[in-house]
């Protein structure tokens, strides 16, 4: 049988390549070295059975820039894509206990700019780490009688970004312990149990941009790295949001000028023909018009800007 393809995602140190040990019982097969640079070094895949199913757990690096990678960061990233080819059945965004913060809402556009506006509601999972830190802030009892899931769920609902991220993955979560003697166990009697209780391994998701099937084809070829267009077709593909913006607030500023011009001109031609009332009116609705425009162009810019700057 055809492996469960399953990407994990997510910033740098929120523990994924732990995640993923835990995952495929080895805790030597993924590099879980911390790293203090924007892009851990390498895209790794590996592939367990389980239960009779075959999984492919596929560990992405770890990135803080989304909308400006370098080539380094979008060739990892085109590698993922290929060991995720014909297309991913899960996605598991790694969020660490804690630490919400809007990067990790910001791997939903990562993913729906890659794979579709319902990849992550058809195929997200939000996975939440560091469990034993968890479990030192409730009951033994809770702990126990499995409501580790509930109390987080509770504390994602409180802060907004976290639970935008659960809300797009169709509030499907897992609470994981990477650091328990047990974990091994853990993960195979409730992860894999979840995954084909929410049937996540029945269909997968194409990437919008055909990376998967460019990889392929350079490997025909005897080319195992990623080409330059591959690497500028996913560079282009994450910045589309900004490009799209800049298109906008360039037509809304066309709109704010045009507009303005004809009321005005129509206050002038009203003011030459005699109807000279007319003209408080033309020149107060010109004004009103060209407020207008001009608002709706500045929030575009300001909102690009402000898309450039949490880049960077």
């Known amino acids: 049988d055809k492996p469960i393809r399953i990407i994990i995602i997510g910033k740098t140190g929120v523990g994924k390549s732990a995640t993923a040990n835990t995952l495929i019982g080895d805790k030597k097969r993924f590099n879980e070295r911390a790293s203090i640079t924007p892009i851990a070094p390498k895209c790794v895949c590996e592939t367990l059975n389980h239960d009779s199913n075959s999984y492919k757990i596929i560990d992405t690096p770890g990135f803080t820039n989304f909308n400006q990678l370098n080539s380094a960061a979008a060739r990892e990233i085109a590698k993922s894509m290929q060991y995720g080819a014909p297309g991913p059945h899960v996605f598991l965004f790694v969020i660490r206990f804690g630490q919400f913060t809007r990067k990790d809402r910001d791997l939903i556009e990562f993913i729906k700019k890659l794979y579709g506006e319902k990849s992550t509601k058809n195929h997200g999972v939000v996975v939440v780490t560091h469990g034993d830190d968890i479990k030192r802030n409730i ?27 659960l809300k797009a993955c169709s509030d499907r979560m897992f609470v994981i312990d990477n650091r328990s003697t047990d974990r091994w166990t853990e993960a195979s009697s409730r992860f894999y149990k979840n995954i084909q209780e929410w049937g996540l391994g029945l269909s997968y998701c194409n990437d919008l941009h055909g990376v998967a099937k460019m990889m392929e084809q350079e490997r025909t070829k005897g080319n195992l790295e990623p080409p330059k ?10 910045r589309q949001d900004e490009s799209q ?5 360039m037509a809304m500023g066309i709109v704010f000028v045009g507009v303005s011009a004809f009321v005005l001109l129509r206050g002038l031609y009203n003011w030459f023909y005699g109807s000279i009332h007319y003209i408080p009116t033309s020149l107060s609705t010109a004004w009103s018009l060209a407020k207008l425009c001009r608002n709706g162009y500045d929030q575009l810019t300001s909102h690009n800007t402000t898309q450039r700057h949490d880049a960077t």
């Not at 267009?229 to 994450?238: D, F, N, P, S």
């Open 245 to 249: 913006g800049s298109g906008i607030a």
């Open 139 to 165: 009951n033994n009892e809770c702990v126990k009688s499995g409501e580790v899931d509930a109390f987080v769920k509770d504390l994602v609902d409180s802060d907004e970004d976290a639970k935008e991220l």
């Open 229 to 238: 267009h591959v690497l500028g077709t996913i560079q282009r593909a994450l």
